[in-house]
């Protein structure tokens, strides 16, 4: 927030003019009395909480909104679009050697909060990395190292809960054409292993993982329910994430195992109509549908659809 005076005097005239007719639009008067008064830097900070008529606590909210709208504008096209975002990744070199260092700092704090929003631990990282690089020599490079193996943790156990998703799903295509129960042990320790990573790491990504595993277990094996949520829960549990998450490609991939697991669920209640409703989901993406075979039993759907016909 100190830089805020810096930042607004690296702005070009081309950003400061958007700034004031944004201001001058919406009426935001306070703002742009600030935004010329620190742009001048002619005035004190006293003198312009004179000016506005102000106190100190809301002149230091005013100065925090205004940083904020700053940021806004800095990535103005980036807070709606994954592909914007991930452009923004390409550009670290740029804000870390060839723009100033307050401004960078603005950019890449509300860009890592955009990556937090869509759930993006591996590509906070790129940007936790960048300002590691920014702050080498200062105090703040403590905090973003910290910050830096923080979400390196996050990705390793993410890799390691998408592994074990993959050796469930190996294992439960063997159990099912072979029905030895030595199976079943090996799917409740994959399991039990998932459980405990999510306790370590409470991620959607991970818990999307863990529900997956347990409604499996449900479906398709005898062995008893480990889970205080019914298999409906379960499901709906994941389709709340997948909803939070529209531009979220890993979570709209998951979004068709939970059609898939949707199908199978409710044929085995007897309902049909219900059933038909995601076996037509499913079936729209039958074309590559046998590739997510480390996702889900995908092959299943297969005898679903020889019923159907």
Known sequence: MLNLKVIINQLPSSSLKQLEEQFIQS?????????????????????IIEALHSNTTSFHTLKSRLYTKIQQHLLENVSDSKSDIIHQLAKMNTYCYETSRETTDAILTKLVNDLKAYDMPGDALIVYSALKKIYQHTPKYFEYSQLFNKHLDKMLELEKAEELLGSFMQSLAQYDLSKLPEIIEILTLIQNEIQNIYQLNPSNNILIIKNIIAVHLHL????????????????????????????????????SVANFLRHEYYMRIDEHKKAQLYFEKVNAEIKYWLLRN??????QFLYSKTIVS
Request: glycine fraction near 0%; charge should be negative.
């Open 294 to 299: 480390n996702l889900c039993l995908s092959y």
């Open 220 to 255: 398709f094996t005898p062995s008893p329910h480990n889970n205080v949520e019914s298999t409906d829960d379960l499901l709906a549990q994941i389709e709340r994430i997948v909803l939070n998450y529209p531009n979220n490609s890993t979570f709209q991939i998951y979004s």
């Open 27 to 47: 009426k935001a008067d306070n703002y742009l009395v600030l935004l010329r008064a620190y742009r001048a830097n002619d005035l004190s900070d006293a003198a």
